[in-house]
């Protein structure tokens, strides 16, 4: 009988994005991506059947900065989803996953999660 390795293999890099601010290392230079993806399934009412279900991937998080405006911070990645929040240009955010154009940020101010198109945020020097 063999055993899938995702749930250890999630519960591994959840653990590790964790402490990685801890231990001083949450800021890499390397932009490769992690080998673990999830299938997920948002909430999003409104959706249309072809972008229900997206290929969430993981990625060794990295400070970014939205550009120049106020943009909506979204439930999934696509104009299709509900807006859950609003970003000014300047703030500060965290990229911990992408899904095609669009990025999961986490939002520093007050741990929010949600989706921006890619060209809306740039990394950090």
């Keep these: ?3 899938s390795t ?3 293999a999630a519960l591994f890099l959840a653990v590790l994005a964790f402490a990685m601010p801890w231990w001083g290392c949450a800021s890499t230079k390397s932009g490769a991506k ?3 993806t999830e299938t997920v399934q948002p909430s999003s009412k409104g959706a249309p059947v072809d972008t229900a279900i997206f290929e969430e991937t ?5 400070p970014a900065v939205v550009v120049n405006r106020t943009i909506n911070l979204r439930k999934g990645p696509g104009t299709n ?17 992408t899904s095609g154009e669009w990025v999961k940020v986490l939002v520093d101010r007050d741990n929010q999660m949600g ?3 890619r060209s809306l945020v740039r990394r950090k020097k």
């Design 1 to 3: 009988m063999r055993h």
């Design 6 to 8: 995702k749930p250890f």
């Design 34 to 36: 992690e080998q673990e």
């Design 58 to 62: 993981a990625v060794f998080t990295y």
């Design 81 to 97: 989803y509900d807006i859950a929040g609003k970003l000014s240009g300047g703030q500060t955010v965290t990229v911990v996953a």
């Design 115 to 117: 989706w921006v198109h």
